[in-house]
């Protein structure tokens, strides 16, 4: 007779009162106070910008700069401010002037109109991109 799933007792991962390894602690915080430094630069921006690791689609719009036209890219958040938003992607954007579609926590869909306003090319081969909001529009995105 084969033992019941409950009865199994796997140990697959380390206890997690166990300390933390001198290593790893090390290149931990290594890599957190390079990606993170504590200096005493004067933040230039006005706004708070608060973390959005979330899928976002933009939609490219007509001439008239507010009609969705073309196909729509995902890209991957970055931050969120009241202002605008900045976040990553694979290919350089052949628009400025995009929809911004953000998905909330209830499944709609926001949309805001967004000038895309800079552009920096990473040493990983993404391209890391930013806006200002101009005005809240509908969401081509459907439901």
């Known amino acids: 007779m084969y033992p019941m799933i409950d009865q199994l007792q796997v140990d697959l991962l380390p206890e997690c009162n166990k300390p933390v390894d001198d290593d790893i602690q090390t290149q931990?915080?290594?890599l957190l106070t390079t990606?993170?430094?504590?200096?005493?630069?004067?933040e230039r921006r006005r706004d708070k910008r608060y973390p959005f690791p979330?899928?976002?689609h933009l939609m490219p719009v007509g001439d008239d700069g507010v009609t969705p036209q073309g196909e729509?890219?995902?890209?991957?958040?970055?931050h969120l401010s009241e202002r605008g938003l900045g976040f990553y992607h694979?290919?350089?954007?052949p628009h400025r002037r995009m929809i911004a579609s953000l998905q909330t926590g209830n499944g709609r869909w926001l949309g805001f109109l967004i000038d895309l306003s800079w552009c920096r090319f990473t040493k990983q081969g993404w391209y890391e991109s930013g806006g200002r909001f101009i005005r809240s529009v509908l969401s081509p995105v459907e439901p």
């Open 72 to 78: 729509a890219l995902i890209v991957v958040g970055k």
């Open 28 to 30: 931990v915080w290594g």
């Open 90 to 93: 694979p290919k350089p954007l």
């Open 35 to 42: 990606l993170y430094p504590r200096n005493d630069l004067i």
């Open 54 to 56: 979330h899928l976002i």
